[in-house]
C-alpha cells in the first residue's frame, strides 16, 4: 500500500512559477515511478510528468517540456514538480500517483494504482 500527499499549490500569475511537493509513504521508493497528472474542469486527466526514483529517467508532456521540472529526494522520498512560465491554460487540480517501475507508458494514467488528493493550481491575472 503506497500513500501519497500533495502540497503546494495555489493561485499564480502568469508567467509565474510554482512548485508542487508529493511525499510517498508506506512503499519501497524505488519500486515505484512517481507520475504528475492534471485534470481541468471540463476535461479529461493529462499525463504532465513522471520521474522513476530508481535510475533517475524522467518524462514529459510536451505540453510542458522546457518549462516544468520533476526531481526526487530519495532520502526523504519526496517528489517535486517545478513549474515555470505558468500560463492559464495549467490551470487544473494537479495529482502525484504511483505506479510499478516496469510499467512502460508513463504518461497514461491507466496503469497507476496509488492517488494522492490532487492540490489545485489556478494561473491567473
Known amino acids: 500500500e503506497v500513500q501519497l500527499v500533495e502540497s503546494g499549490g495555489g493561485l499564480v500569475q502568469p508567467g509565474g512559477s510554482l512548485t508542487l511537493s508529493c511525499v510517498v509513504s508506506?512503499?519501497?521508493?524505488?519500486?515505484?515511478?512517481i507520475g504528475w497528472f492534471r485534470q481541468a474542469p471540463g476535461k479529461g486527466r493529462e499525463g504532465v510528468s513522471c520521474i522513476s526514483p530508481g535510475d533517475g529517467n524522467t518524462y514529459y508532456a510536451d505540453s510542458v517540456k522546457g518549462r516544468f521540472t520533476v526531481s526526487s529526494d530519495n532520502v526523504k522520498k519526496m517528489v517535486y514538480l517545478r513549474m515555470n512560465s505558468l500560463k492559464p491554460e495549467d490551470t487544473a487540480v494537479y495529482y502525484c500517483?504511483?505506479?510499478?517501475?516496469?510499467?512502460?507508458?508513463?504518461?497514461?494514467?491507466?496503469?497507476?494504482?496509488?492517488w494522492g488528493q490532487g492540490t489545485q493550481v489556478t494561473v491567473s491575472l
Open positions: 500517483a504511483a505506479v510499478d517501475s516496469s510499467y512502460s507508458d508513463y504518461l497514461d494514467d491507466s496503469g497507476y494504482d496509488y
Open positions: 508506506g512503499s519501497k521508493f524505488y519500486d515505484y515511478a
